[in-house]
């Protein structure tokens, strides 16, 4: 069903509903109290999977998920991400892209990695122009 309100974007929702939950999974992550637990992680409440352990591809599906985009898909990305925290609306889209096309580096993944609820700021940029990602969560789960 295509909603005449959407913003075409140069990034498939789909590609961006991905690193958004490879984002939340990222963002859970802590410092684990123990470097070596060795243990079931069944008999501690499964909360092993929480702490970021050096052995934890979660940093780098995310990075890898990033990297693998094109430069309009990572432009995308990041005016996604500021339309989310709320820098532009919907009706500063133009504006934003503009802005993120003239800002982005090489080093965009490092850059969208150090931002605090990457996560959350992708599924409100996503919203606020038109998409969601109830129609890709059954796939990419």
């Known amino acids: ?57 979660t940093a780098a599906e995310l990075k890898a998920a990033i990297d693998d985009l094109n430069d309009d898909e990572v432009v995308d990305l990041i005016a996604l991400t500021w339309v989310g925290r709320g820098d532009f609306g919907k009706d ?11 800002r982005h580096r090489r080093h965009s993944a490092d850059y969208l990695m150090g931002i605090p609820l990457l996560s959350d700021y992708l599924e409100e940029g996503l919203s606020t122009l038109g998409y969601s990602c109830a129609d890709y969560e059954s796939d990419l789960l």
Do not use: H, T
């Not at 500063?92 to 003239?102: I, K, Q, V």
């Open 1 to 57: 069903m295509v909603d005449e309100s959407q913003i075409e974007l140069n990034i498939s929702p789909e590609k961006v509903c991905y690193i958004l939950l490879k984002a939340r999974e990222f963002d859970v992550k802590v410092e684990p109290d123990d470097p070596d637990p060795g243990s079931n992680p069944a008999d501690s409440g499964e909360e092993e999977i929480l702490k970021d352990y050096p052995e934890d591809a």
């Open 92 to 102: 500063g889209w133009p504006e934003a892209r503009m802005l993120a096309r003239e």
